[in-house]
């Protein structure tokens, strides 16, 4: 047996840090957390000491004994988690679960998993960290107390199933709030001037009037100014300037620059980078440190004087403005900077590639400007055109990357012809163009990290769950119009004579946006009206400070927790007696035919429109609102025209068509079919020859391309792409084949691969008690029978498994009945 056990997160992990040592030391993964807190109670005492309760999950009890049994018959285990304040509390954790001996026990860390690295950490050991192991309590803790008291208060005021949390309601606020910014803002129009001139030499080049006219008779009257108007070079003036690199990524501009330029979530973004640093490929993800090690910089300096020359290297530090940023990390850096690129999955590469040159430039010269600023005089007025340009002289880190930006309206200058001052300049055009004010940017899932940060608000490793679980209850959505329609008008001035054309844009686009929901914006009020400092910026961001002096032994976390519960409690118990229920209810008018009360609201299935009121003898009317109309935003004729849904259209082929507003937008239903109306299209405004031209279209896609053993196949795409549908089985057809032009040989073969797959899959089926153990993703395993799946660990061996394992295994997950004994007491009292 080996004399040595370390023990890392994840496997993937445990693989890369098992190639670096000898054949003294096994490397064993414990799955993320091995202990949390309970999943059905609150699990703190907070009547008491605020000592919270830590089970070690159904899950992970098969994971600990095994670990507990290697620790056993080890000399020394080394508990390796991640060096953050969630790796310090696994070590924790495993240090209680499985009784180790503190003499025999070490704690190690590490920025990159390297040889250098690992051999580093072991020659360096320390002890656990408490105090970090406090900070993280003290988040789990307060963030568990927060949902599990807030949450209930939602099910009761405002709908079930909602939930709660101190981080994730503050970043749901953010984006409502500038939602609202949104829908005040009104745009308010002027005329911007744009000209293209010609020097001597016939080289034509831009310029613009530094101001813009409020209105289309100022523009027109400016350009009629310029219609006889010579023009020259009133003063040229050319300066050096140099541009600096950006800082190494930390989490946060990490995730900013991966949307901006890959276009990846925030939580694609860790994964890809989880990967990596597990592979060995970059040093650890999860950071607010702008600083790179001695050893990095020699590194990139090397590499750079030999990709580039030396004129191209200048190390240098770099100092983060992050609050509470920990500076003893590193940022984040490919772990050998000669690496410049790595063949593996296309995704994790383009994210290597991402980080290898932010880091390599950070370490590389400035790049070396010569801007131009020209001033163009007309004979006619004293307005003044300019120019503005720029020549790189010296490319320096821009040999390598340019930082991305989320600002829509930056325009990059060019480069301008050589010029002198009183040259004369021929005007091609003039243009005034109305243009108009823009509200606020909507929040991208970038931006809203940018957002954070500046706030104080949540941690590296808190942005990208943070985001998926708003997402993931509802509360926000990424937009999907495409936008409106806009008329703007142009003049134009060429050969002396002024032209008017009316132009459109598209405006109001929200598509890959974060936008809230009705339910995100109606728990956002309820919240900010009742628990106004749960949900202040500031109040978020102190407790992020607290946990930061918490890890530095400079705060008792329990204190934290008392002093915050003493005024939470009672709030929470007196919003759950006294607060009103909260729907987001608007009323509308009145119905013409009825006189009753039009209104909008939140109901049980969602948003909803409806005619009268709870206390009429008649019961009301309701119509759901369709998924791109809001409670806050709908109009009196646009709730009325909902109920004229769902509409008869005519009968065709002997079915009855008709249109109506469903869950995922508006379809058409003919017979037993349901066929989507495409984007942007009125259900009001389908007609039944419409209906019929949508039906057939449908009819076409639907019919079989083959027959396969008497059964129809079928083709079709869907949210992962193209498939084919045979016997009920959806088989994706990927790049290899040609989706549009399938052969037969290529269907049979799509079918006959997926079927043995199929059989591949299943390690053991045992017919007659309906119990199958399968394969699944990431070498684990599934028990399933009917509609429960039991999920192992990728730990356990399902070879020699049994009927009566499998069979006890699905009983646990089993819902327990309640028995009629219950239900007679139940109703009783």
Same mark, same amino acid.
């Given at each position: 047996?080996?004399?040595?056990?370390?023990?890392?997160?994840?496997?993937?992990?445990?693989?890369?840090?098992?190639?670096?040592?000898?054949?003294?030391?096994?490397?064993?993964?414990?799955?993320?957390?091995?202990?949390?807190?309970?999943?059905?109670?609150?699990?703190?005492?907070?009547?008491?000491?605020?000592?919270?309760?830590?089970?070690?999950?159904?899950?992970?009890?098969? @994971?600990?004994?095994?670990?507990?049994?290697?620790?056993?018959?080890?000399?020394?285990?080394?508990?390796?988690?991640? !060096?953050?304040?969630?790796?310090?509390?696994?070590?924790?954790?495993?240090?209680?679960?499985?009784?180790?001996?503190?003499?025999?026990?070490?704690? @190690?860390?590490?920025?990159?998993?390297?040889?250098?690295?690992?051999?580093?950490?072991?020659?360096?050991?320390?002890?656990?960290?408490?105090?970090?192991?406090?900070?993280?309590?003290?988040?789990?803790?307060?963030? +568990?107390?927060?949902?599990?008291?807030?949450?209930?208060?939602?099910?009761?005021?405002?709908?079930?199933?909602?939930?709660?949390?101190?981080?994730?309601?503050?970043?749901?606020?953010?984006?409502?709030? /500038?939602?609202?910014?949104?829908?005040?803002?009104?745009?308010?129009?002027?005329?911007?001037?744009?000209?293209?001139?010609?020097?001597?030499?016939?080289?034509?080049?831009?310029?613009?009037?530094?101001?813009?006219?409020?209105?289309?008779?100022?523009?027109?009257?400016?350009?009629?100014?310029?219609? *006889?108007?010579?023009?020259?070079?009133?003063?040229?003036?050319?300066?050096?300037?140099?541009?600096?690199?950006?800082?190494?990524?930390?989490?946060?501009?990490?995730?900013?620059?991966?949307?901006?330029?890959?276009?990846?979530?925030?939580?694609?973004?860790?994964?890809?980078?989880?990967?990596?640093?597990?592979?060995?490929?970059?040093?650890?993800?999860?950071?607010?440190?702008?600083?790179?090690?001695?050893?990095?910089?020699?590194?990139?300096?090397?590499?750079?004087?030999?990709?580039?020359?030396?004129?191209?290297?200048?190390?240098?530090?770099?100092?983060?403005?992050?609050?509470?940023?920990?500076?003893?990390?590193?940022?984040?850096?490919?772990?050998?900077?000669?690496?410049?690129?790595?063949?593996?999955?296309?995704?994790?590469?383009?994210?290597?590639?991402?980080?290898?040159?932010?880091?390599?430039?950070?370490?590389?010269?400035?790049?070396?400007?010569?801007?131009?600023?020209? /001033?163009?005089?007309?004979?006619?007025?004293? !307005?003044?055109?300019?120019?503005?340009?720029?020549?790189?002289?010296?490319?320096?880190?821009?040999?390598?990357?340019?930082?991305? $930006?989320?600002?829509?309206?930056?325009?990059?200058?060019?480069?301008?012809?050589?010029?002198?001052?009183?040259?004369?300049?021929?005007?091609?055009?003039?243009?005034? $163009?109305?243009?108009? *004010?823009?509200?606020?940017?909507?929040?991208?899932?970038?931006?809203?990290?940018?957002?954070?940060?500046?706030?104080?608000?949540?941690?590296?490793? $808190?942005?990208?769950?943070?985001?998926?679980?708003?997402?993931?209850?509802?509360?926000?959505?990424?937009?999907?119009?495409?936008?409106?329609?806009?008329?703007?008008?142009?003049?134009?001035?060429?050969?002396?004579?002024?032209?008017?054309?009316?132009?459109?844009?598209?405006?109001?686009?929200?598509?890959?946006?974060?936008?809230?929901?009705?339910?995100?914006?109606?728990?956002?009020?309820?919240?900010?009206?009742?628990?106004?400092?749960?949900?202040?910026?500031?109040?978020?961001?102190?407790?992020?400070?607290?946990?930061?002096?918490?890890?530095?032994?400079?705060?008792?976390?329990?204190?934290?927790?008392?002093?915050?519960?003493?005024?939470?409690?009672?709030?929470?118990?007196?919003?759950?007696?006294?607060?009103?229920?909260?729907?987001?209810? +608007?009323?509308?008018? *009145?119905?013409?035919?009825?006189?009753?009360?039009?209104?909008?609201?939140?109901?049980?299935?969602?948003?909803?429109?409806?005619?009268?009121?709870?206390?009429?003898?008649?019961?009301?009317?309701?119509?759901?609102?369709?998924?791109?109309?809001?409670?806050?935003?709908?109009?009196?004729?646009?709730?009325?025209?909902?109920?004229?849904?769902?509409?008869?259209?005519?009968?065709?082929?002997?079915? *009855?068509?008709?249109?109506?507003?469903?869950?995922?937008?508006?379809?058409?239903?003919?017979?037993?079919?349901?066929?989507?109306?495409?984007?942007?299209?009125?259900?009001?405004?389908?007609?039944?020859?419409?209906?019929?031209?949508?039906?057939?279209?449908?009819?076409?896609?639907?019919?079989?391309?083959?027959?396969?053993?008497?059964?129809?196949?079928?083709?079709?795409?869907?949210?992962?792409?193209?498939?084919?549908?045979?016997?009920?089985?959806?088989?994706?057809?990927?790049?290899?084949?040609?989706?549009?032009?399938?052969?037969?040989?290529? @269907?049979?073969?799509?079918? !006959?691969?997926?079927?043995?797959?199929?059989?591949?899959?299943?390690?053991?089926?045992?017919?007659?008690?309906?119990?199958?153990?399968?394969?699944?993703?990431?070498?684990?395993?599934?028990?399933?029978?009917?509609? @429960?799946?039991?999920?192992?660990?990728?730990?356990?061996?399902?070879?020699?498994?049994?009927?009566?394992?499998?069979?006890?295994?699905?009983?646990?997950? $089993?819902?327990?009945?309640?028995?009629?004994?219950?239900?007679?007491?139940?109703?009783?009292?």
């Amino acid at each position: 047996m080996a004399k040595n056990l370390v023990i890392v997160e994840s496997p993937a992990k445990a693989k890369t840090i098992e190639k670096f040592l000898g054949k003294d030391y096994v490397v064993e993964s414990s799955f993320g957390h091995i202990a949390d807190l309970p999943s059905k109670e609150l699990g703190v005492d907070v009547e008491g000491d605020f000592n919270p309760k830590y089970e070690v999950s159904k899950d992970k009890k098969a @994971i600990v004994k095994k670990l507990k049994d290697l620790a056993k018959k080890s000399d020394m285990v080394w508990l390796a988690s991640d !060096e953050d304040r969630e790796g310090e509390a696994i070590a924790w954790h495993l240090a209680e679960a499985l009784n180790l001996d503190k003499s025999k026990t070490k704690r @190690i860390v590490f920025h990159e998993i390297t040889k250098t690295a690992i051999q580093k950490a072991i020659e360096n050991p320390r002890d656990i960290d408490y105090h970090l192991v406090d900070a993280q309590q003290a988040r789990r803790v307060l963030d +568990r107390i927060v949902g599990y008291e807030l949450s209930p208060v939602l099910w009761r005021k405002v709908k079930g199933g909602l939930s709660a949390g101190r981080v994730q309601s503050v970043s749901v606020r953010l984006i409502v709030e /500038r939602e609202r910014e949104i829908q005040e803002f009104n745009p308010e129009a002027s005329y911007r001037i744009d000209a293209e001139f010609s020097n001597e030499s016939g080289q034509s080049f831009k310029a613009k009037l530094p101001k813009n006219f409020s209105t289309k008779e100022e523009a027109q009257k400016f350009l009629e100014q310029n219609a *006889t108007a010579s023009f020259k070079v009133g003063d040229l003036e050319k300066k050096p300037a140099k541009k600096s690199p950006a800082a190494p990524f930390t989490t946060s501009t990490l995730q900013q620059e991966a949307a901006r330029k890959l276009y990846f979530s925030v939580s694609k973004t860790m994964t890809m980078a989880q990967r990596l640093y597990e592979a060995g490929l970059i040093t650890y993800m999860r950071t607010d440190s702008v600083n790179l090690s001695d050893e990095a910089r020699q590194g990139a300096q090397a590499e750079i004087e030999s990709a580039y020359g030396s004129k191209y290297s200048k190390p240098r530090n770099y100092t983060s403005k992050a609050k509470g940023a920990q500076e003893a990390h590193e940022a984040i850096r490919p772990t050998d900077f000669s690496r410049h690129s790595v063949d593996i999955d296309r995704d994790q590469a383009r994210l290597y590639d991402l980080i290898w040159k932010r880091a390599i430039a950070s370490q590389m010269s400035e790049a070396e400007l010569e801007r131009t600023n020209v /001033r163009i005089e007309a004979s006619t007025h004293k !307005e003044v055109f300019t120019a503005n340009g720029e020549v790189i002289t010296f490319d320096g880190f821009l040999k390598v990357y340019l930082e991305g $930006t989320d600002d829509e309206d930056v325009e990059q200058e060019g480069m301008l012809p050589a010029m002198r001052v009183n040259e004369t300049l021929l005007n091609n055009y003039i243009t005034a $163009t109305e243009r108009y *004010t823009r509200p606020p940017a909507r929040y991208t899932e970038a931006s809203l990290v940018k957002k954070l940060e500046e706030l104080g608000i949540g941690r590296p490793s $808190t942005y990208a769950p943070t985001i998926s679980t708003i997402q993931n209850r509802n509360y926000i959505e990424k937009g999907t119009v495409e936008g409106v329609e806009r008329n703007y008008s142009q003049l134009t001035l060429t050969a002396g004579k002024v032209k008017d054309k009316l132009l459109t844009e598209k405006v109001g686009s929200d598509k890959g946006k974060l936008v809230p929901t009705d339910i995100g914006i109606i728990v956002t009020d309820f919240l900010v009206n009742h628990f106004e400092y749960i949900l202040d910026y500031n109040f978020t961001a102190k407790v992020e400070a607290d946990f930061d002096d918490i890890a530095e032994g400079k705060e008792d976390w329990k204190v934290m927790m008392k002093d915050f519960y003493k005024d939470f409690h009672p709030q929470v118990e007196d919003v759950q007696e006294n607060a009103d229920r909260e729907s987001g209810e +608007r009323i509308l008018g *009145t119905d013409p035919k009825t006189g009753k009360q039009v209104s909008v609201r939140l109901g049980k299935f969602g948003p909803m429109v409806q005619i009268g009121t709870a206390d009429d003898e008649e019961k009301p009317q309701f119509a759901s609102l369709s998924p791109d109309q809001q409670l806050n935003t709908i109009t009196y004729e646009e709730a009325m025209d909902l109920f004229q849904l769902p509409k008869n259209l005519g009968v065709y082929e002997g079915e *009855t068509v008709e249109v109506n507003n469903g869950r995922f937008g508006p379809y058409v239903k003919f017979g037993d079919a349901f066929v989507s109306l495409p984007s942007g299209v009125d259900p009001l405004s389908v007609e039944l020859d419409d209906a019929i031209v949508l039906i057939k279209e449908k009819q076409e896609a639907d019919a079989p391309i083959y027959m396969y053993k008497d059964l129809p196949v079928q083709k079709g795409k869907g949210r992962f792409g193209p498939f084919i549908k045979w016997n009920n089985m959806f088989i994706n057809v990927n790049k290899k084949y040609d989706w549009d032009n399938l052969s037969d040989n290529d @269907i049979v073969e799509l079918i !006959e691969d997926k079927i043995q797959k199929e059989k591949d899959k299943v390690i053991h089926h045992w017919k007659d008690a309906g119990i199958k153990v399968e394969k699944a993703r990431w070498g684990r395993h599934h028990v399933i029978k009917g509609k @429960i799946k039991v999920e192992l660990p990728k730990t356990e061996d399902v070879t020699n498994m049994t009927v009566d394992e499998a069979k006890a295994l699905i009983e646990a997950k $089993t819902p327990k009945k309640k028995t009629a004994k219950k239900k007679a007491v139940a109703k009783k009292k």
